[in-house]
């Protein structure tokens, strides 16, 4: 002090402007080292609550300013204010002092009136008499003093329109906080706060990630995994396997009614019945076994280190979980699956072909008995024939393969020609005649039976106009199916070929398979009804095969039943099936309706019928099928 004295005025002005000078480039200096620290530390930060305490380490140990900490701002009754992280000496003190951002006298500390305010609050001195924030706040700031502290700022953290916080820097000089180094450290502020905000958003990316991962790897319905993510498990546990030298058995079940159960109750008790069927499959807790939904009805399980034997286990036990009925809507519907097992490395080495083989394995299961198969060679090849016969359906009727077979019925008590059973042919350019049974179960699951019951209309009715043309009154019988049944434009199809062709009604039959009016009664009955509108005739085809009573058959709107042949050829032989036979014909003639008996082979059948008194026949006996335009000929050559 004494030596300062002593100098002239002159240079004791410019002593005083380079201490001056030398003070603020030191506080520049430090803000710069801070900012250049404090950027690093944001880049590098992963974690929110680390970026504040690293942010806060900065700004002290490389800024050198006594401490610093981030306070957020709580958006409470009492405007309070949440501690997230400080560095200094004894920051514990600043912690305990109860900050709020509310304006009232506490909220005036710098952090509550830069939260308040939005804006940064620049270089406040701590004096020991200022109460400007409380009487406990000059008690504060005095032992704040103690500590060396001198001087305070308060900068807001703000995240788009949000001030979050603020950040609180302390110096220990009264003077510190120049115009450059409140704007230094303003900018230190926004560096964080950008940090911050990064942070939070690649969180939310994280979990909108997630839960598009989910999205793509499991299903909605059920919570179960789905095909894609089932494959890649599969695939992995094949490794595994390999690695260990071990087997694999993979089961693929299916709902086989599913398709009807959707179309009869609807997709809303589709879905219950699947989620309720995922849940049961789930209970039955198979140790190791992963389990997927695969399919709308269709779920995959597969058990590490299983052999054949074991699998054959595991499916029976699925079958006798399974075949509860389940409730959807207050009705108890029969659900059972299907199962298909393949093994690996047995059947197949990569995930896609076991998925195959086992998918064939369960479409050898008897598809009404509900039960299991194992795969064995060759179930896949045909399967790859149905997927290409498929294809090949669908180009038929362009390229004119179909054809029109009949097969005569005969009247028993006077031996003359009645009706004749039009029935499907495809010639295959490649393949030749296909087996009629074939291709149209085919078309049935393909949901192709349309095109070709509109095929098999138009050449029937065509057909019975030349015929008529020529002076031969011709009936035939158009066989439905039960896709048929449900086609609401059907009906109207047939009243547009009355008016095309000028067909008497009465030459038109229709024969419905018994199985098929009993899964749907109502639609059934709706649609017989409407067709018997028609004056056309309406037949119960295969007879004793669906289970049905006569009494359900009388409520419905039909003139004849057909016995199915299962029953017809073996009466001479079988008393059961003799008895059937006789009593059928018994009782629908009790109820009014006429009997025709297919599958007539022998002279000796034919007799027993006749005795019976059944009223048609139809067999191979009377007649092959024949091509539609030999049926002329042969009724001449018959009589
Ligand atoms: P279905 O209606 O029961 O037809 C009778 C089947 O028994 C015919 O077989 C016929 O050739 C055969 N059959 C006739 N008499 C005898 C006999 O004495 N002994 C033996 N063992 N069999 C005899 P096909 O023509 O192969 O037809 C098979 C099934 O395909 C038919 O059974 C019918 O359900 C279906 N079908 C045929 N044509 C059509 C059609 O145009 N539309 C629909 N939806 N189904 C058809
Ligand atoms: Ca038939
Ligand atoms: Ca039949």
């Known amino acids: 002090m004494g030596s300062e004295m002593s100098k002239p005025p002159v240079e004791n002005a410019q002593c005083a402007i380079t201490a001056r000078v030398t003070k603020e480039f030191a506080q520049v200096t430090r803000a710069l080292k801070t900012l250049g620290a404090g950027n690093h530390t944001v880049l590098r930060s992963t974690d929110e609550q680390k970026l504040l305490q690293d942010m806060c380490s900065v700004i002290v140990e490389t800024g050198g300013y006594p401490f ?22 004894n920051i514990e003190l600043v912690k305990s002092f109860p900050f709020t951002w509310a304006d009232n ?81 303003g900018e230190l502020a926004s560096d964080l706060a950008y940090g911050i905000r990064h942070l939070r958003l690649s969180i939310l990316h994280r979990k909108a990630q997630a839960s598009l991962e989910h999205l793509a790897y499991y299903d909605e319905l059920t919570g179960l995994p789905n ?31 599913f398709d009807e159960i959707n179309k009869v109750l609807g997709y809303r008790c589709g879905d219950q019945l699947v989620q309720e069927l995922g849940r049961r499959l789930k ?47 207050g009705l108890m519907v029969d659900a059972r699956v299907d199962i298909g097992i393949a093994l690996f490395p047995v059947h197949a080495d990569g995930a896609d072909a076991l998925v195959r083989r086992a998918n064939a394995a369960m479409h050898q299961v008897n598809r009404f ?44 008590a006077t031996g003359r020609p009645s009706a004749a059973e039009a029935l499907l042919r495809w010639q295959h350019t490649t393949l030749g005649m296909m087996p009629t049974i074939e291709f149209i179960s085919l078309a049935e699951c393909a949901g192709m039976i349309t095109p070709l019951t509109n095929w098999i209309m138009e050449a029937a009715f065509s057909q019975i106009d030349a015929w ?65 509108k028609l ?58 309706k006429q009997v025709v008996a297919e599958g007539v082979e022998t002279q000796d059948v034919w007799d027993r019928l006749h005795a019976l008194g059944c009223d048609f026949a139809q067999g191979y006996f009377i007649s092959r099928p024949m091509p539609a335009d030999q049926l002329g000929q042969w009724r001449h050559s018959w009589s």
């Open 68 to 89: 610093a900490f981030v306070a957020y701002s709580v958006h409470d009754q009492a405007k309070s204010i949440r501690w997230m992280a400080g560095v200094g000496h």
């Open 227 to 257: 095909r894609t993510l089932s494959l890649k498990v599969l695939a992995d546990a094949m490794i595994a396997a390999t690695r260990q030298r071990e087997s694999l058995a993979l089961l693929h079940l299916e709902v086989g009614r």
């Open 468 to 532: 008529q043309k020529v002076g031969l009154s011709q009936a035939l019988a158009i066989n439905l199916s039960a896709h048929d049944l449900y086609d609401a434009g059907l009906v109207d199809r047939i009243r547009g070929l009355f008016s095309t062709w000028s067909v008497d009604p009465e030459l038109i039959q229709f024969e419905l398979t018994e199985s098929v009016l009993m899964a749907d009664p109502v639609a059934a009955l709706e649609t017989l009804t409407r067709l018997k």
């Open 283 to 329: 209970r039955v807790g198979i140790a190791g076994e992963s389990l997927a939904r695969v399919g709308d009805a269709e779920f995959a399980l597969f058990l590490p280190d299983c052999g054949a034997e074991y699998a054959v286990e595991v499916a029976r036990k699925l079958l006798s979980t399974l075949q509860e009925p389940v409730d959807v809507g």
């Open 535 to 592: 004056d056309v005739k309406l037949f119960v085809d295969d007879y004793g095969t669906g289970y049905s009573s006569l009494s359900y058959l009388q409520k419905l709107p039909i003139d004849a039943i057909k016995i199915d042949q299962s029953f017809v050829a073996p009466m001479v032989s079988s008393r059961d099936s003799a008895t059937i036979v006789s009593s059928t014909i018994e009782l629908a003639h009790n109820l009014g």
């Open 105 to 185: 006298k506490v909220g005036r500390t710098v952090v509550g009136t830069a939260i308040r305010t939005r804006r940064p609050v620049i270089g406040r001195i701590f004096r020991p008499t200022a109460d400007y924030a409380g009487r406990d706040y000059s008690k504060f700031q005095e032992q704040l003093i103690e500590e060396g502290y001198r001087s305070v700022s308060a900068f807001p953290l703000q995240i788009d329109e949000e001030v979050i916080g603020a950040l609180v820097i302390a110096a220990g000089e009264p003077d510190a906080f120049d115009s450059a180094e409140a704007e230094l450290l």
């Open 369 to 412: 008995g509900g039960g299991y198969a194992v795969y064995t060679e060759g179930q896949e090849s045909g399967q790859t024939r149905r997927l290409m016969l498929m294809g090949d359906l669908h180009r038929a009727v362009e390229r004119n393969e179909l054809r029109m077979y009949c097969q005569p019925k005969v009247c028993m």
